[in-house]
């Protein structure tokens, strides 16, 4: 048993007492992430440097208390929930942008940077990171690179892998260490590579030197309308199919379109089905070019409206509904639970309708808001928590998307990890053996459990098994699962 009081102690010596929290209502909000699970930790600590990271790591482990590394929080399959009597290292002080490389188009960052200031920070020189998950306003460039996070500009350009070179990380003892470096190619293992989307297991990162990329010459973004969700569909393939990458391909469906018209006017066409926002850029004459081919193929394809504009201001008005998606969805629903599923591009269309049609036999409201681009889904099904039954009714619908994905040839997840939401999950696409070798990298990093326990490996239960009980509370039953 631990002595939580003495831990507790220990922790403001290291850190100062504002920056320690332990009473319950302190701990409320540090008790979720973006997902629909929830846990109490043991305490949370706030670390500001390296040497208090290293200190915190070597005490929690004489008293063999688990820490969970936690960002902004915005995290989608509850990696920054901790479980098993943890303690949850808390990254947001560390938020500097410690140096710019213009020439060599890097910089080195600490990792609770929210993701968009760095964009904005280097801007003047003409540069941008690329990475943009639709949460980057508030999620960290650390909880990026936990996740390998992705959004809509991941398409042409890679994601979080891509563009980070390499992390300053504190190991299991205690012990700073760069993986990777502040250069493109390091020589040996691509350690850096296996870190990045470990989700808080390995260890805390604590610097990150990523890739910086020119601010493109010109951007287009077009707006097409579609009757039906097929059409839709069909244009994304059909754009790829005919060589173009664009920057981004992204998608919504009737549901998320009823959502966001009182709030953003966007003025849809009464019988619009499904919006595909289409993004490309680089060299003007490329653009128009490219632009001029992607409105032919829409056309083609059944778009009963185009919009197009290079106009920043105008540009952003066509994004707003993309990006104002998911908070529009309050206006339906209280709750939602966003799926994270990958298919082939060319499964889309079906994937897409046995959705349509998994919604239908449940009786649940599924909006569709995704990166039609690289096939990754995100249903987002609607739900209200105080409805009884609803919850359960909503994990059982999630579940059968993410089989739906799977049996497809996708992945359970295109971005948002797996956490606990989908480590149930993990037997449709590992056999024991995979597992076991995945579970080994937790040992060549010397980590074992002591971060981020209980997470991503299946345990032989689902989210409601035993193995979590007195753990997890499902949001709205007020029961202990
Ligand atoms: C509205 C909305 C839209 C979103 N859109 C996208 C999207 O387009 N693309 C996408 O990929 N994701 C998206 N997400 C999910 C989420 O924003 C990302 O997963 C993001 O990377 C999480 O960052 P965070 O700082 O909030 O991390 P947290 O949620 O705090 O933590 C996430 C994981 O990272 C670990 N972690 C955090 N910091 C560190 C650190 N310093 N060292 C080691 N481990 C650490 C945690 O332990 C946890 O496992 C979205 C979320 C929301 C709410």
């Known amino acids: 048993m631990v002595d939580r009081n003495a831990l507790i102690d220990d922790l403001e010596a290291i850190v100062g007492p504002s920056f320690v929290a332990w009473r319950p209502e302190d701990l409320l909000v540090y008790e979720y992430d973006g997902s629909i699970d929830r846990a109490t930790p043991l305490a949370v600590v706030v670390p500001a440097n390296v040497a208090q990271v290293s200190a915190i790591v070597r005490l929690c482990r004489r008293y063999e208390v688990p820490l969970v590394p936690r960002g902004a929080g915005t995290g989608l ?12 290292l808390v990254m947001t002080r560390f938020r500097r942008i410690l140096s710019v490389d213009v020439e060599n188009r890097t910089a080195v960052v600490e990792p609770g940077v929210v993701n968009a200031d760095l964009s904005v920070h280097v801007a003047p020189s003409g ?5 943009d998950p639709s949460s980057q306003k508030a999620c960290t460039i650390g909880g990026n690179v936990a996740e390998n996070a992705g ?11 891509n563009h980070v070179l390499g992390m300053e990380v504190v190991l299991a003892d205690g012990e700073a260490t760069w993986l990777g470096g502040e250069t493109r190619e390091t020589p040996w293992y691509d350690l850096r590579g296996a870190f990045i989307g470990s989700e808080g297991m390995f260890g805390i990162v604590t610097k ?25 569909t069909g244009a994304v393939s059909d754009i790829i199919g005919s060589g173009v990458v664009p920057a981004a391909i992204e ?3 009737k549901v ?9 006017h966007p003025g849809y066409p009464p019988d619009a089905e499904a919006v595909l926002l289409v993004e490309v850029d680089g060299m003007r004459e490329t653009v128009e070019e490219e632009a001029a081919h992607v409105e032919a193929i829409c056309r083609r394809s059944g778009a009963s409206d185009f919009r197009s504009s290079d106009d920043p201001v105008r540009r952003a008005e066509l994004w707003a509904t993309r990006k104002g998606a998911i908070g529009a969805f309050g206006s339906l629903r209280p709750n939602y639970y966003l799926v994270d599923g990958v298919v082939p591009r060319t499964k889309l269309q079906e994937t897409m309708r046995k959705i349509s049609d998994l919604a239908a036999e449940m009786e649940i409201l599924i909006a569709n808001v995704f990166h039609a681009g690289d096939g990754n889904l995100h249903p987002c099904i609607l739900f209200d928590e105080r409805e009884p039954g609803a919850v359960e009714k909503t994990i059982a619908a999630g579940e059968r998307i993410l089989e ?6 996708g992945a359970l997840s295109g971005e948002h990890g797996i956490g606990i939401e989908k480590q149930a999950y993990m037997g449709l696409m590992y056999n024991q053996d995979d597992l076991a070798a995945m579970e080994g990298l937790k040992v060549a990093f010397g980590a074992g459990d002591f971060f981020n326990p209980l997470k991503v490996f299946p345990t032989g239960r689902n989210l409601h098994g035993a193995a979590y009980r007195g753990a997890i509370r499902k949001t709205g039953t007020g029961d202990v699962v």
Do not use: K, N
């Open 77 to 88: 399959s509850g990696g920054a929930i901790a479980l098993d009597e943890s303690v949850q």
């Open 127 to 131: 540069l941008y990171y690329v990475p």
């Open 151 to 161: 959004g809509p500009h991941c398409l042409a350009y890679g994601v979080t892998t």
């Open 208 to 232: 990150v030197a990523v890739r910086l990329l020119p601010l493109p010459e010109a951007v287009q973004t077009m707006v097409a309308t579609f009757r039906s969700l097929d059409e839709a």
């Open 251 to 253: 998608m919504i469906d």
């Open 256 to 264: 998320t379109i009823a959502a966001v018209e009182p709030f953003y």
């Open 404 to 409: 739906m994905c799977v049996e497809a040839g």
